[in-house]
């Protein structure tokens, strides 16, 4: 089948339309398909995804799509961003109108809720082996991304083709660097365990601790990422890159993280409900905190920082018992691993 268009982004929230603004701007043309035919209107005669991301206008390239056989028809490259508790779902809606050669990359972070499984399992359960898979990853907010600011990011997948034509669509020599990468693994690991992460540095500052104990969340976080990858095949240099490292300072020092945030409510002593539904968009961390901490649990893979947010979400635990907890650990060398 011929394409009709150059790719098609499933997915119409804020990340979703950022990418696709970001593959329109490139002089591709882009389908951009959402399951709300009245938002989908909305975008056609705003010519703005006012709802997510007010004020920024969307290429001519970029085309809004209500309905899925269409979106799928388009192309065979498909972008899906939408939340991991809907990406299986949504892989399920599409199966019986994929293409022959459709190839399938996300952008979404996180696990599947309940079994805990990296998206890559849940596409090969759900689509069979026959398309190549990929996953973008790393420090990229939807409203920089959508105005064009400079921003970098990461891709790998199952098959180096398909990669590198990710590269080719997505790379903007004024906006946007994109980095090929190999560990398909750890940049889907990263994009998760960074929600969690990003929620105890919000916490941390939401109590009114300061620079010193953001720091040590981050560089422990990033400890705990690192072990949790290695027990599961992930490459110990991923994490000090784009979706390791990279997403890790950005959500966690910067306001526009919506786990940052989240943390931050709880922090200030606002109950987990009424945090998620001020901020009112998808905090991937809420539920990707389960799903961490009980594959660190079943892998035996200690990560006292998981835990104790999970305790905070889920056992009543508070902040500050959270973070008294951390502090009375017992003393050990920083090189010690696993212990
Ligand atoms: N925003 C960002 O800066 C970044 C986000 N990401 C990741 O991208 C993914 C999507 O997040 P983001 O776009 O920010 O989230 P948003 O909350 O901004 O938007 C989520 C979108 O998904 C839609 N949606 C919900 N359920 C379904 C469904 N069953 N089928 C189709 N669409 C559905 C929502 O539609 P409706 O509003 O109608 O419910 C909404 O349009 C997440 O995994 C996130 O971690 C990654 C990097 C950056
Ligand atoms: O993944 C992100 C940036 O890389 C977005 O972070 P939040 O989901 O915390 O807003």
Redesign the pocket.
Known sequence: MKNTADITV???????T?LAISLASNGHRTLLW???PE?IENLKRDRANEA?LPGISLPDLLIPEADLATALAASNNILV????H?FG??LSQAKPLLREDSRIVW????LEPETGRLLQEVAGDVLGDKYPLAVLSGP????ELAAGMPTAISVAGTDDGFTQDLVELLHSPKRLRVYANDDFIGLQLG?AVK?VIAISAGMSDGIGFGANARTALITRGLVELSRLGEAIGAQASTFMGMAGLGDLVLTCTDN?SRNRRFGLALGRGQGVEEAQKEIG??V?GYRNTKEVYALAKRLGVEMPITEQVYRVLYEGGTPHEAAVTLLAREKKSETQDNE
């Open positions: 499933l997915g119409a929230g804020s990340y979703g950022a959402g399951h709300d938002s997510f961003v939408v939340p991991s809907v779902m949504v952008a979404t972070k996180g990229t907010f939807a409203k994009g929600n526009q968009q998808v991937e």
